[in-house]
């Protein structure tokens, strides 16, 4: 057997950081390695490189909203080459391993590196890989990754991981799963030895901190190969949750590489009252970071604490953005539009209402802070399995079983929205609560002409005002809101927004980090 592997995803601006590690693990072993990206909804566009290539193992990472796809293509594969072993991987299989075992011949759940080693050696049968033990993080293989992708080489901002794992329980996130949401597949035995391979969190996902010299490591090669970088972004949910210890330690050996770099973090690590906070802050401005991401998700307090389990108060945003930008941080927010909304305890606004409640948060806070920067939306798409997509299946806003779910967060709504609040008791059998099909789709319209212009109403006095008048009167041109110096940054796109991801990409990070 040829000892070739293929690594594959669906195409994405931002490198493929799990594949890069995986690739390195790979040739630890002895196998050739290449690494793929597929542009097309159907990946057809694979068949080129697996009949050059010839790999005898193809390892592929899944998202849920590529799914269906990936693995109609991976069946396709398996009648063309009987004998071509397939590995599946990534949030999807994690959560959905029996599903994933349908078109797959490994499928490896939690993180990977020594799953995927295992099978390189041939020390595992095929069927579900449960994560035994923790790995170190290898080393990201970027320069096999820069053969072939040059845009990603090109680009000026490069991503890295400083950890896996999350303590925080987001309802949106599979972060906040456990390893009990899929004890039904494994065996006593595994679920004993992968319970104590978690411990003492039980997530699905393992808390795993990478040293300082790693990064630092990673760092270097990213410059040595690819002299064009400009910034680094860091894509750690909480930047290595703000470990007080660790960020000294990144501090004195970072610094000197004058090297700048984003980060995101959550709003109670940059709370400017705990004294901790304001050194660490301090410490990594220092080091070069010169802009934060922080997610408000929802304006209304209720919204954030019941639907996403999200306990911050504005006034503790307003004191943070007050702080980082007395520090001279940039900032972007991130928000939620088209959450499912009604049925909450505490009565609250819902859909447009609620839309626009969230974007006169981001008006408010710039007004009396300077910040955000950049005001950043997207949609909200209810993932199974999920807490909040159980949520959404109770109480009737989805119905379906995610094979129609969006492939990006950018995406038309999928959900079913009521006209009003009604209460815990929403459910989906209620009758004249729930909008009419034109009612629904005009809505949908709404959300994806909001989601576009986000950032161009949280920018100027009463733009929320302005917002609900521009979509109220379904106003279909830009030029109507006379928006001169943003519409230049977009007259190469289509009239109303609809930015390729790329294209969005370039965008938001032209605005954000200055770099073109």
Same mark, same amino acid.
């Given at each position: 057997?040829?000892?070739?592997?293929? +690594?594959?995803?669906?195409?994405?601006?931002?490198?493929?950081?799990?594949? +890069?590690?995986?690739?390195?693990?790979?040739?630890?072993?002895?196998?050739?390695?290449?690494?793929?990206?597929?542009?097309?909804?159907?990946?057809?566009?694979?068949?080129?490189?697996?009949?050059?290539?010839?790999?005898?193992?193809?390892?592929?990472?899944?998202?849920?909203?590529?799914?269906?796809?990936?693995?109609? !293509?991976?069946?396709?594969?398996?009648?063309?080459?009987?004998?071509?072993?397939?590995?599946?991987?990534? /949030?999807?299989?994690?959560?959905?391993?029996?599903?994933?075992?349908?078109?797959?011949?490994?499928?490896?759940?939690?993180?990977?590196?020594?799953?995927?080693?295992?099978?390189?050696?041939?020390?595992?049968?095929?069927?579900?890989?449960?994560?035994?033990?923790?790995?170190?993080?290898?080393?990201?293989?970027?320069?096999?990754?820069?053969?072939?992708?040059?845009?990603?080489?090109?680009? /000026?901002?490069?991503?890295?991981?400083?950890?896996?794992?999350? /303590?925080?329980?987001?309802?949106?996130?599979?972060?906040?799963?456990?390893?009990?949401?899929?004890?039904?597949?494994?065996?006593?035995?595994?679920?004993?030895?992968?319970?104590?391979?978690?411990?003492?969190?039980?997530?699905?996902?393992?808390?795993?901190?990478?040293?300082?010299?790693?990064?630092?490591?990673?760092?270097?090669?990213?410059?040595?190969?690819?002299?064009?970088?400009?910034?680094?972004?860091?894509?750690?949910?909480?930047?290595?949750?703000?470990? !007080?210890?660790?960020?000294?330690?990144?501090?004195?050996?970072?610094?000197?590489?004058?090297?700048?770099?984003?980060?995101?973090?959550?709003?109670?690590?940059?709370?400017?009252?705990?004294?901790?906070?304001?050194?660490?802050?301090?410490?990594?401005?220092?080091?070069?970071?010169?802009?934060?991401?922080?997610?408000?998700?929802?304006?209304?307090?209720?919204?954030?604490?019941?639907?996403?389990?999200?306990?911050?108060?504005?006034?503790?945003?307003?004191?943070?953005?007050?702080?980082?930008?007395?520090?001279?941080?940039?900032?972007?927010?991130?928000?939620?539009?088209?959450?499912?909304?009604?049925?909450?305890?505490?009565?609250?606004?819902?859909?447009?209402?609620?839309?626009?409640?969230?974007?006169?948060?981001?008006?408010? +806070?710039?007004?009396?802070?300077?910040?955000?920067?950049?005001?950043?939306?997207?949609?909200?798409?209810? !993932?199974?399995?999920?807490?909040?997509?159980?949520?959404?299946?109770?109480?009737?806003?989805?119905?379906?079983?995610?094979?129609?779910?969006?492939?990006?967060?950018?995406?038309?709504?999928?959900?079913?929205?009521?006209?009003?609040?009604?209460?815990?008791?929403?459910?989906?059998?209620?009758?004249?609560?729930?909008?009419?099909?034109?009612?629904?789709?005009?809505?949908?319209?709404?959300?994806?002409?909001?989601?576009?212009?986000?950032?161009?109403?949280?920018?100027?006095?009463?733009?929320?005002?302005?917002?609900?008048?521009?979509?109220?009167?379904?106003?279909?041109?830009?030029?109507?809101?006379?928006?001169?110096?943003?519409?230049?940054?977009?007259?190469?796109?289509?009239?109303?927004?609809?930015?390729?991801?790329?294209?969005?990409?370039?965008?938001?990070?032209?605005?954000?980090?200055?770099?073109?």
């Amino acid at each position: 057997m040829e000892k070739r592997v293929l +690594l594959a995803a669906a195409y994405s601006v931002i490198e493929p950081l799990g594949i +890069l590690h995986l690739s390195s693990v790979a040739k630890e072993e002895g196998w050739e390695v290449k690494i793929a990206l597929s542009k097309k909804r159907d990946f057809s566009d694979l068949d080129g490189i697996l009949e050059e290539f010839k790999p005898s193992i193809f390892g592929v990472t899944v998202y849920t909203g590529t799914h269906k796809q990936f693995f109609l !293509y991976c069946k396709k594969l398996k009648e063309k080459y009987k004998d071509l072993i397939i590995v599946v991987g990534g /949030p999807h299989a994690t959560y959905f391993p029996e599903e994933s075992l349908q078109y797959a011949d490994y499928v490896v759940i939690s993180e990977g590196f020594n799953s995927f080693r295992k099978i390189l050696k041939g020390e595992v049968k095929p069927g579900i890989i449960h994560l035994t033990k923790l790995e170190k993080f290898p080393v990201a293989d970027r320069e096999t990754f820069y053969q072939d992708y040059l845009e990603h080489k090109k680009s /000026p901002i490069k991503s890295i991981i400083t950890q896996t794992g999350c /303590p925080y329980n987001c309802t949106y996130c599979y972060n906040s799963s456990s390893l009990e949401d899929i004890r039904y597949c494994l065996s006593p035995s595994q679920h004993a030895e992968m319970g104590q391979t978690l411990y003492p969190l039980g997530k699905l996902f393992p808390r795993s901190i990478r040293s300082v010299d790693e990064i630092i490591k990673e760092v270097a090669d990213i410059l040595r190969v690819s002299p064009e970088t400009k910034m680094i972004y860091f894509q750690d949910d909480i930047f290595v949750n703000m470990d !007080y210890e660790w960020i000294k330690e990144f501090h004195k050996k970072f610094t000197p590489l004058c090297q700048p770099f984003h980060a995101q973090i959550r709003w109670e690590f940059a709370d400017p009252n705990n004294p901790k906070n304001k050194e660490k802050l301090e410490l990594i401005r220092e080091a070069g970071c010169t802009g934060l991401t922080i997610a408000i998700e929802s304006g209304d307090n209720t919204i954030r604490k019941e639907v996403l389990n999200r306990h911050m108060d504005e006034d503790l945003m307003f004191r943070v953005l007050k702080f980082l930008n007395e520090l001279g941080f940039k900032v972007r927010t991130e928000q939620m539009l088209g959450l499912p909304l009604g049925a909450t305890t505490e009565k609250t606004p819902i859909n447009l209402d609620a839309d626009l409640k969230t974007l006169e948060l981001n008006i408010r +806070l710039k007004e009396k802070t300077g910040l955000p920067t950049f005001a950043w939306a997207s949609i909200f798409a209810p !993932y199974k399995k999920t807490k909040i997509g159980d949520y959404c299946l109770k109480h009737g806003f989805y119905s379906e079983n995610n094979q129609d779910i969006p492939t990006t967060f950018f995406e038309r709504s999928i959900l079913n929205f009521p006209r009003e609040w009604v209460g815990p008791l929403l459910s989906h059998e209620m009758k004249n609560v729930w909008m009419s099909e034109n009612e629904q789709e005009e809505y949908k319209d709404k959300l994806q002409l909001l989601r576009d212009l986000f950032n161009y109403f949280a920018s100027i006095s009463k733009g929320h005002k302005l917002a609900k008048e521009f979509l109220e009167e379904e106003i279909k041109s830009y030029q109507k809101l006379n928006v001169f110096d943003y519409r230049k940054r977009l007259s190469s796109l289509e009239s109303h927004g609809r930015l390729s991801i790329m294209e969005r990409r370039h965008l938001y990070d032209s605005v954000l980090y200055e770099v073109e």
